[in-house]
């Protein structure tokens, strides 16, 4: 026991200096930028840092609607998340800050936490966005970032399809002014419930105005785009808003004619501190760990799609470094939580930005617009903002892909409609991670097959495959082929049990050659297996191992409990000879005589049989 507690401990301390060996992400890279930086560049990021502001600005607004949040969360966020990711990433490829798909994420972990109202929201918020910071920053760390490269599209994409959905529900009843205290539990109940509004559906001012904003939105976006479409629309709502209800005072009429935003910079007075009770942490574990996973793919694909139009290279575990330390500065602003943005990060490659000072110059913009002009944007109109979500929400479904993936394969058809229903009946950070289980078991039952042929012995001593349910010679060999991780062992299992049955089995080949990933599942099911044929008088050898499943054998300790002399690994130089010295051993082992053996190369069912195929004589 104590010997395996060390070995233990050596195998931890071992890991533990390979993390350390990882390369870290730079501290302060804008250092780098601001020391090399000229005029042309600061003029440059100048512009294309105020063109990202008057688009995110509107945009932030929404997005804190969406998520069931202040106005102010999403300014805040936004503003701080510009401003701190470059400073930690140094790169232009990025810009930082809410968005659509973190938004639907966080409105669903609000569900999950009972926060039916703004406040409550904003009260767990720094929390669940600080724990999503500091997985972020860990992952960053060990560099992990890759991994997003593992959830697959068709997750993602009926992620935000049932998203969508949920998000809409949410924001219709602020569009026909169903009242403040309304909440509904899914879209059709609150269609139905805008049915019975009757008349005063028709006669409803915020559903105008929402209607003048989404039909100036259509007509500004097609010349100007989506970031002016929204700021014209928003601008024309609110002074609409404001001229229908000074109108309605001078004649008498109702004094709450239009919803509005209100105090949109009342941050500093509510802004509330992360709590580090266990239970809190406990609860928003899964939330916290869907979100960052959410904010690595949006991060690095956004990044990736960057680097692909400027051509500036791009370190992805320096933009997700960037990114986590974003989070834990909103985290103690009251901000939302910041992803990657695919149509800011856009918009600032096309206004010109050659730097990370870009970005940061946009977030100064936003904070201070935030506190210089909060009275204007106290009086946008709460039904606008609904409006453009709605639409937000419309477009981003993109129903072209998930066309697409319905058309695809019985497999893909079901990981998205398995999403999209554990996205609509649970949270959606459950839907994310059910999704990829799927996808990911899908995947490990079409490796999980690993093909393996048993070959014997001619009277003549030649190679041979071995027909079904013939008694072997003595000596069986089995040729392995494909993976052998946990979701073959079963398989393998079946294959090993059927040759060890053999009454006149004495001596079992293992040939590895073509068989790759071994894990600790494989390898405990040889251990087994050696002890039982031991135990029985009988033998197992290994051939033909490649170096990285040697590796495995040997750190496992398997050769030693299957023999070391019967431990043959692949010999790269003489690809037969490792074959030739297992079946020696193994005439050794069964007390055969001495025979001329022929062997293929290759053996495999597809080939030509033996006797045609080029080979080599052993003596044996």
């Not at 939105?217 to 000074?246: C, D, E, H, M, W």
């Not at 949109?264 to 992360?274: E, G, N, Q, T």
């Not at 023999?563 to 297992?582: R, S």
């Not at 005439?587 to 022929?598: D, I, M, P, Q, S």
Request: with cysteine; aromatic share 6%.
């Amino acid at each position: 026991m104590l010997s395996g507690l060390l070995s233990f401990l050596s195998t931890l301390r071992s890991f533990g200096r390979q993390v350390i060996a990882l390369p870290r992400p730079r501290l302060f890279p804008i250092g780098g930028v601001i020391r090399t930086m000229d005029s042309k560049s600061f003029k440059a990021d100048t512009v294309a840092g105020l063109n990202v502001a008057l688009l995110a600005f509107p945009m932030s607004m929404a997005f804190a609607m969406k998520a069931g949040l202040p106005i102010w969360c999403g300014l805040v966020g936004c503003g701080v998340a510009a401003a701190v990711a470059p400073l930690f990433s140094g790169s232009a490829n990025l810009s930082a800050g809410p968005t659509n798909a973190s938004a639907a994420l966080l409105l669903g972990s609000f569900a999950t936490l009972g926060a039916i109202t703004p406040e409550l929201r904003a009260s767990a918020l720094p929390t669940l966005v600080l724990m999503a910071g500091f997985f972020l920053l860990l992952t960053s760390w060990l560099r992990l970032s890759g991994f997003a490269d593992f959830v697959p599209r068709t997750v993602i994409s009926a992620y935000i399809a049932a998203a969508a959905l949920r998000v809409i529900a949410l924001q219709l009843p602020t569009v026909v002014r169903m009242g403040e205290d309304y909440v509904a539990s899914s879209l059709p109940e609150v269609l139905w419930d805008i049915v019975k509004m009757g008349k005063a559906l028709i006669t409803n001012p915020d559903l105008g105005l929402a209607i003048i904003t989404a039909i100036t939105y259509f007509l500004l976006r097609p010349k100007y785009g989506a970031g002016k479409a929204i700021l014209g629309s928003v601008v024309l709502a609110t002074f609409g808003a404001i001229l229908a209800q000074n109108v309605a005072a001078n004649q008498g009429g109702r004094g709450d004619l239009v919803r509005y935003v209100g105090d949109a910079a009342k941050a500093a007075s509510a802004l509330h501190l992360p709590d580090f009770s266990a239970k809190t942490l406990s609860t928003l574990f899964s939330p916290a760990l869907a979100l960052a996973v959410l904010v690595v793919i949006e991060g690095t694909a956004n990044a990736r799609a960057s680097a692909l139009k400027t051509g500036r290279p791009s370190d992805l575990h320096q933009e997700v470094f960037g990114l986590g330390m974003a989070n834990v500065a909103c985290a103690f602003t009251g901000g939302m939580a910041a992803s990657g943005s695919i149509s800011r990060s856009a918009l600032n490659v096309a206004s010109g930005a050659r730097t990370a000072l870009a970005s940061v110059l946009c977030g100064a913009f936003i904070l201070a617009a935030l506190f210089i002009a909060r009275p204007v944007v106290a009086l946008v109109p709460l039904s606008t903002l609904a409006i453009l979500v709605i639409l937000a929400e419309i477009e981003l479904a993109n129903f072209s892909a998930i066309k697409l993936i319905l058309k695809s394969s019985a497999q893909d058809r079901t990981v998205f409609l398995a999403t999209f229903a554990t996205a609509l009946l649970a949270p959606l950070d459950v839907a994310i991670f059910f999704g990829t289980a799927v996808a990911v078991a899908f995947y490990l039952r079409q490796t999980s097959q690993p093909e393996v042929v048993e070959y014997d012995f001619s009277e003549t001593g030649e190679l041979r495959e071995r027909p079904k349910g013939q008694a072997s010679t003595g000596i069986s060999i089995l040729h392995v082929e494909g993976s052998l991780h946990f979701g073959a062992t079963q398989a393998f299992h079946e294959h090993l049990r059927r040759a060890s049955a053999d009454p006149n089995l004495k001596v079992l080949v293992l040939k590895f050659r073509e068989a790759h990933h071994l894990d600790a599942n494989g390898v405990l099911l040889l251990r087994d297996l050696a002890d039982t044929l031991k135990s029985d008088g009988r033998h197992l050898i290994l051939c033909e191992a490649k170096p990285s499943t040697m590796t495995i054998i040997v750190n496992a300790g398997l050769d030693q409990a299957v023999g070391l002399e019967n431990v043959i690994p692949w010999d790269e130089t003489n690809p037969t000879a490792a074959l030739a010295k297992a079946v020696r051993r193994a005439r050794e082992l069964a007390g055969g005589g001495e025979a001329v053996l022929r062997i293929v190369t290759a053996p495999h069912p597809d080939l030509p049989p033996p006797a045609s195929a080029s080979g080599e004589d052993w003596q044996i």
